[in-house]
């Protein structure tokens, strides 16, 4: 069974960091990209970051660009996303996605409040 389950996520002031983790399951985690995608409340879902299967390439989106890093464990089947410099528009359920085979996490709330 394919799984993909965030961590980390929960209430932080901004200025604040959280650091999100997306245990992987039940498939080849190694051999494609994988992505950080968020939804706002009443918005529409918004890609956050892509990293290559090996790590050797990351990419953002310019609203998190400098503040956020995606990084990734193939060897325990794990992605971060390290968010720093946390903003209240960055409130979003934050979910973890391999978009090759269409794998979705169940998501984890990030609240950016004071």
């Known amino acids: 069974e394919v799984q993909l389950v965030e961590s980390g996520g929960g209430l932080v002031q901004p200025g604040g960091s959280l650091r999100l983790s997306c245990a992987a399951s039940?498939?080849?985690?190694?051999?494609?990209?994988m992505s950080w995608v968020r939804q706002a409340p009443g918005k529409g879902p918004e890609w956050v970051s892509r990293?290559?299967?090996?790590?050797?390439?990351?990419y953002y989106a310019d609203s998190v660009k400098g503040r956020f890093t995606v990084s990734r464990d193939n060897a325990n089947k794990v992605l971060y996303l390290q968010m720093d410099s946390l903003k209240p528009e960055d409130t979003a359920v934050y979910y973890c996605?391999?978009?090759?085979?269409?794998?979705w996490g169940q998501g984890t709330q990030v609240t950016v409040s004071s």
């Open positions: 039940g498939f080849t985690f190694g051999t494609h990209d």
């Open positions: 990293i290559s299967a090996t790590a050797g390439t990351s």
């Open positions: 996605a391999q978009f090759h085979w269409g794998y």
